[in-house]
């Protein structure tokens, strides 16, 4: 496939590609997500803050 | 001549203009510092893409990839996957979050303010400070090759010509100024690499066929005479990874991809660049830019590179390596001789971006590892910051251009960019990786863990690279002076960790301290402090 026969070199040649497709779906996905920081920022601390409450009580 | 120079003079009057422009908006220490925290995120992800891609990865790891082959198109899906989408989503968001609530200006800082030590804050500022040189001479050494190539002036003369140039806008601007000039450069950056590509293929006669045409290289008699030492060592041609066990694997695998690819998570000036953006959305919108920059820049380098060969074989009989002059002049000598002279000047102006754009970030971040880090916040003196910055600065250039002259004589078989790199930016993993995922996700970790951690790290790195892994330590020769042979292990049962880059041993081994350190050593850190790192 496209000249190169080590499946080694054709895999890192295709994940460079892929990767970068990943990336641009995930910036186009989350395009405008995030934008109010500090509140976007508070609900997602304190869900961690629970969460790792909860692991601490059952430790 | 003439058309290079003129250009040379247009784009220099350009990044002055952006100099001068930070100059005027930087008011505050934040602003010298951070960039005020309120850059845009097109220039925020090109600024992180020209920093992060430098001459080191073009002419360095270009010419390494002229060398030992396609196989470190490895490294561009490591620095794509780690370096642009889990630096910006796992560790960004978080890493600009935590460096707001802490009021942290500088990577040392965010980790200092993290486990409230001025200890860690000092240690992480004097290993910056101490060690970064290492890699802004290899940077400086990769703009150098290409200004000593393309205008045939003397090593010296093109170094320290291009070393007073960077040294003049970083100075000026802190680093409002070194990020605009940092996107502008990204842009060209961008655009050169798209034509080098596309250029090359088509002159090859399309991908399948460029491909093909190298794959069968090898195959030639005459080559495979050239290339009997490397082949030797387990080349086993450019489309193929080298033979799995043999230390050209190890190098390629070991050094090059692991060393830089995981590097660069905690490389300090990339860091810094999550905290001057305002909000997650920015970083969202910059993994898209970022994606795309690193693919064009370095996947292009990492395909030229092996390319090259065919055009070098064909003029002059001989592969790339051979008719160039050693790795590091594989590129600059193909874009000398093989492209066209309009495209030469386009591409001439890139490379001097990407090394200006990665060394002013690298003189910003040791002028403020020593100013911010060691100075006022480990030492606990008051003075100004700015000029202490600045004269730390000054102090790190001078270091890394005696570093980049010296580099100019070692042997030139060598991949000396490329190695320069990857030895500092495993030294970074091992020192500040553990700890820096630990700041930003692991609570209730104790201070004392996180010191054993780095100092371990630290300490196994530099044995590591002065006494074991034979490619350094044969270049230090501290291991010659004072044990008689070029690596330790040497001519012993354990031969073989000769070829194991430090960053295979210790950033396990900072892992293990860091582990053990937490188990035994509590966290004492109050629930105030905690709270407000996490910001719940």
Same mark, same amino acid.
């Given at each position: 496939?496209?000249?190169?026969?080590?499946?080694?070199?054709?895999?890192?040649?295709? &994940?460079?590609?892929?990767?970068?497709?990943?990336?641009?779906?995930?910036?186009?996905?989350?395009?405008?997500?995030?934008?109010?920081?500090?509140? !976007?920022?508070?609900?997602?601390?304190?869900?961690? *803050?629970? #969460?790792?409450?909860?692991?601490?009580?059952?430790? | 001549?003439?058309?290079?120079?003129?250009?040379?003079?247009?784009?220099?009057?350009?990044?002055?203009?952006?100099?001068?422009?930070?100059?005027?908006?930087?008011? @505050?220490?934040?602003?010298?510092?951070?960039? %005020?925290?309120?850059?845009?995120?097109?220039?925020?992800?090109?600024?992180?893409?020209?920093?992060?891609?430098? @001459?080191?990865?073009?002419?360095?790891?270009?010419?390494?990839?002229? /060398?030992?082959?396609?196989?470190?198109?490895?490294?561009?899906?490591?620095?794509?996957?780690?370096?642009? =989408?889990?630096?910006?989503?796992?560790?960004?968001?978080?890493?600009?979050?935590?460096?707001?609530?802490?009021?942290?200006?500088?990577?040392?800082?965010?980790?200092?303010?993290?486990?409230?030590?001025?200890?860690?804050?000092?240690?992480?500022?004097?290993?910056?400070?101490?060690?970064?040189?290492?890699?802004?001479?290899?940077?400086?050494?990769?703009?150098?090759?290409?200004?000593? /190539?393309?205008?045939?002036?003397?090593?010296?003369?093109?170094?320290? =010509?291009?070393?007073?140039?960077?040294? &003049?806008?970083?100075?000026?601007?802190?680093?409002?100024?070194?990020?605009?000039? !940092?996107? +502008?450069?990204? %842009?060209?950056?961008?655009?050169?690499?798209?034509?080098?590509?596309?250029?090359?293929?088509?002159?090859?006669?399309?991908?399948?066929? $460029?491909?093909?045409?190298?794959?069968?290289?090898?195959?030639?008699?005459?080559?495979?005479?050239?290339?009997?030492?490397?082949?030797?060592?387990?080349?086993?041609?450019?489309?193929?990874?080298? #033979? /799995?066990?043999?230390?050209?694997?190890?190098?390629?695998?070991?050094?090059?991809?692991?060393?830089?690819?995981?590097?660069?998570?905690?490389?300090?000036?990339?860091?810094?660049? +999550?905290?001057?953006?305002?909000?997650?959305?920015?970083?969202?919108?910059?993994?898209?830019?970022?994606?795309?920059?690193?693919?064009?820049?370095?996947?292009?380098?990492?395909?030229?590179?092996?390319?090259?060969?065919?055009?070098?074989?064909?003029?002059?009989?001989?592969?790339? @390596?051979?008719?160039?002059?050693?790795?590091?002049?594989?590129?600059?000598?193909?874009?000398?001789?093989?492209?066209?002279?309009?495209?030469?000047?386009?591409?001439?102006?890139?490379?001097?971006?990407?090394?200006?754009?990665?060394?002013?970030?690298?003189?910003?971040?040791?002028?403020?590892?020593?100013?911010?880090?060691?100075?006022?916040?480990?030492?606990?003196?008051?003075?100004?910051?700015?000029?202490?910055?600045?004269?730390?600065?000054?102090?790190?250039?001078?270091?890394?251009?005696?570093?980049?002259?010296? $580099?100019?004589?070692?042997?030139?078989?060598?991949?000396?960019?490329?190695?320069?790199?990857?030895?500092? =930016?495993?030294?970074?993993?091992?020192?500040?990786?553990?700890?820096?995922?630990?700041?930003?996700?692991?609570?209730?970790?104790? *201070?004392?863990?996180?010191?054993?951690?780095?100092?371990?790290? +630290?300490?196994?790195?530099? +044995?590591?690279?002065?006494?074991?892994?034979?490619?350094?330590?044969?270049?230090?020769? &501290?291991?010659?002076?004072?044990?008689?042979?070029?690596?330790?292990?040497?001519?012993?049962?354990?031969?073989?960790?000769?070829?194991? !880059?430090?960053?295979?041993?210790?950033?396990?081994?900072?892992?293990?301290?860091?582990?053990?350190?937490?188990?035994? *050593? #509590?966290?004492?850190?109050?629930?105030?402090?905690?709270?407000?790192?996490?910001? $719940?």
């Amino acid at each position: 496939m496209i000249g190169i026969s080590d499946s080694w070199i054709l895999l890192a040649y295709l &994940l460079c590609a892929l990767s970068t497709i990943a990336c641009v779906v995930y910036g186009v996905i989350n395009w405008n997500k995030g934008a109010k920081s500090e509140s !976007d920022d508070f609900q997602e601390e304190s869900d961690w *803050k629970k #969460k790792e409450s909860e692991i601490e009580e059952s430790l | 001549m003439l058309g290079n120079t003129i250009a040379l003079l247009v784009y220099l009057f350009i990044i002055s203009f952006f100099g001068f422009l930070g100059y005027r908006h930087t008011k @505050t220490s934040t602003d010298y510092l951070l960039g %005020g925290r309120q850059i845009h995120p097109m220039i925020m992800a090109l600024s992180y893409g020209a920093t992060f891609i430098s @001459t080191s990865a073009i002419v360095g790891f270009g010419g390494a990839a002229g /060398t030992l082959g396609m196989g470190l198109l490895w490294l561009t899906f490591l620095n794509i996957l780690l370096g642009i =989408f889990i630096a910006f989503v796992v560790f960004g968001k978080r890493t600009r979050r935590m460096g707001y609530s802490l009021d942290a200006h500088t990577f040392p800082e965010l980790l200092g303010n993290r486990f409230d030590s001025k200890f860690i804050q000092g240690f992480a500022g004097v290993v910056i400070f101490l060690f970064m040189p290492i890699y802004t001479a290899a940077v400086l050494k990769g703009g150098t090759d290409f200004i000593q /190539t393309h205008f045939g002036i003397s090593y010296e003369i093109s170094l320290l =010509f291009f070393a007073a140039v960077v040294a &003049l806008y970083v100075w000026m601007g802190g680093l409002k100024g070194v990020m605009y000039t !940092d996107a +502008f450069q990204g %842009g060209i950056m961008f655009l050169g690499m798209i034509f080098l590509i596309i250029y090359t293929y088509s002159k090859l006669g399309g991908v399948t066929s $460029a491909h093909d045409q190298l794959t069968h290289l090898f195959d030639n008699p005459d080559v495979q005479e050239q290339t009997a030492g490397l082949v030797k060592g387990g080349f086993a041609g450019w489309t193929s990874m080298p #033979k /799995t066990g043999s230390p050209t694997w190890w190098s390629l695998i070991t050094t090059i991809i692991m060393g830089v690819g995981i590097g660069v998570l905690a490389q300090p000036p990339l860091v810094v660049r +999550f905290m001057t953006v305002k909000s997650n959305r920015e970083l969202n919108r910059a993994v898209v830019s970022g994606g795309i920059f690193i693919l064009v820049t370095t996947g292009v380098a990492y395909i030229i590179g092996p390319l090259s060969n065919l055009f070098f074989f064909e003029e002059t009989g001989s592969i790339a @390596t051979i008719a160039a002059g050693g790795n590091d002049k594989i590129i600059p000598m193909f874009i000398k001789n093989y492209v066209p002279g309009w495209f030469g000047v386009i591409f001439f102006l890139a490379l001097v971006a990407a090394a200006m754009s990665t060394l002013s970030s690298q003189f910003h971040a040791m002028g403020t590892a020593v100013g911010r880090d060691v100075y006022e916040k480990a030492m606990n003196k008051k003075g100004n910051t700015i000029l202490i910055t600045k004269t730390g600065i000054l102090v790190a250039i001078l270091i890394s251009v005696t570093l980049a002259y010296l $580099a100019n004589q070692l042997d030139t078989s060598m991949q000396i960019i490329a190695t320069g790199t990857a030895m500092f =930016f495993g030294l970074c993993a091992a020192s500040f990786l553990p700890a820096y995922i630990s700041a930003l996700f692991i609570r209730t970790i104790s *201070k004392e863990a996180i010191i054993a951690g780095m100092v371990t790290g +630290f300490v196994v790195g530099i +044995f590591w690279i002065f006494f074991i892994h034979e490619k350094e330590a044969s270049s230090l020769q &501290l291991c010659m002076a004072l044990f008689n042979k070029t690596s330790l292990v040497k001519e012993t049962g354990l031969a073989k960790l000769a070829m194991v !880059d430090p960053i295979v041993v210790a950033l396990p081994s900072s892992v293990i301290a860091t582990t053990i350190g937490a188990l035994v *050593k #509590k966290c004492t850190l109050s629930q105030q402090h905690l709270d407000k790192c996490f910001k $719940a």
